[in-house]
């Protein structure tokens, strides 16, 4: 009795062990992963969701299947608490702007230093190098998971107002900003009269006038239709590029097979990739075809000389100087170095 007792024990706890073995790692799935975004699918940034959900769900054959929640909807559009909400598991997963997570990583800031970045070689040689690997590290021990790298791009200036050719033109002007106050302190140095808020705030704040302008990549120019909220004047300063980071929450990471986070991680580097290429369309051709939709829609282009361009240069080196220090005098060198030697 007490043998067929203990035989019935170890058959139950065998029948327990084979049933982990094949299915109970797939019941800790959840029937769906929740992506955050700030830009939707017809942006390079929602397209690079889009990319990695789908690829992942194919390779998976389902087993992995994530919504995107552009707008920032999971956390009511306050892209600035996007990574303590990755941290804290309200967020599964997310391609995100290094500008939007640096209020809790502050070497993320290294992308919004004032003219570090000239042309896309230096984005690559930072993002593709030894200093995206020390980000990548930074970020794994602020509590998430990296994986790959897109771009959002760089960042122009447009206006309601006049042409900016100079920080003179700047003067007065009201300009929404991002979530980091390394931006606030640019605007404020160039003579501009910075206003901190979110994209969810932006827009109708520059549909009804009570911003003057703002920066962002020219796609979002181009895919908002901007001039019809009154941006009639674009400058291409290139002044700082953000890179997109894809990343999934630790704890939902470490619920994945080995081979599931395989597959995870690589359909993020193939996402990224295409992605890139996507955000970099029409701006890296010597004919610049995005610049000329932008003029075609009776909007003033404004492309700097090298003198007019040093202008703001200057103007912006105290907050450069300022912000290495925060971000890290090493990791600045860094960075510096690998521009340097593209
Ligand atoms: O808010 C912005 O300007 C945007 C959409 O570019 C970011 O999320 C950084």
Do not use: C
Not at 4 to 13: P, V
Not at 16 to 23: A, D, K
Not at 113 to 142: N, R, S
């Amino acid at each position: 009795m007490k043998f067929r007792r203990s035989l019935l024990g170890l058959l139950a706890i065998a029948a327990t062990l084979g049933g982990f073995s094949t299915g109970a790692l797939a019941q800790n799935y959840k029937a769906e992963y929740k992506m955050s975004l700030v830009l939707g699918p017809p942006t390079p940034w929602g397209q690079a969701g889009k990319i990695w959900a789908d690829l992942v769900k194919e390779r998976t054959q389902g087993r992995i299947n994530i919504k995107l929640y552009p707008g920032v909807s999971l956390i009511q559009g306050d892209q600035t608490r996007e990574f303590s909400a990755l941290r804290q598991g309200v967020i599964d997963m997310a391609v995100g702007s290094t500008i939007n997570w640096s209020p809790q990583v502050k070497q993320l800031n290294l992308f919004s230093m004032p003219f570090l970045m000239p042309d896309y070689k230096a984005i690559d040689a930072l993002t593709q190098g030894e200093v995206g690997k020390e980000i990548f590290a930074t970020l794994d021990k602020a509590g998430v998971v990296p994986l790959a790298w897109g771009e959002n791009g760089f960042r122009e200036v447009t206006n309601s107002k006049k042409p900016i050719k100079s920080p003179d033109d700047l003067k007065g002007m009201k300009i929404r900003v991002v979530g980091s106050p390394i931006y606030s302190d640019m605007f404020t140095a160039m003579g501009a009269n910075p206003t901190q808020m979110s994209w969810a705030d932006a827009q109708p704040a520059l549909s009804s006038g009570a911003v003057d302008g703002q920066e962002n990549p020219l796609f979002l120019f181009t895919v908002l239709k901007m001039h019809t909220v009154g941006q009639k004047f674009v400058t291409t300063w290139g002044y700082v590029a953000d890179p997109l980071i894809f990343v999934v929450n630790k704890e939902i990471w470490a619920s994945w097979t080995p081979a599931d986070q395989a597959i995870v991680r690589q359909a993020a580097l193939d996402a990224g990739q295409q992605e890139i290429a996507i955000a970099r369309k029409g701006l890296t051709e010597a004919d610049k075809p995005v610049l000329k939709d932008i003029a075609a829609m009776g909007v003033t282009v404004t492309s700097l000389t090298e003198t007019e361009r040093e202008a703001f240069v200057k103007a912006t080196r105290p907050v450069y100087n300022k912000w290495k220090s925060t971000i890290g005098n090493d990791l600045v060198s860094k960075a510096e170095k690998a521009i340097q030697t593209r």
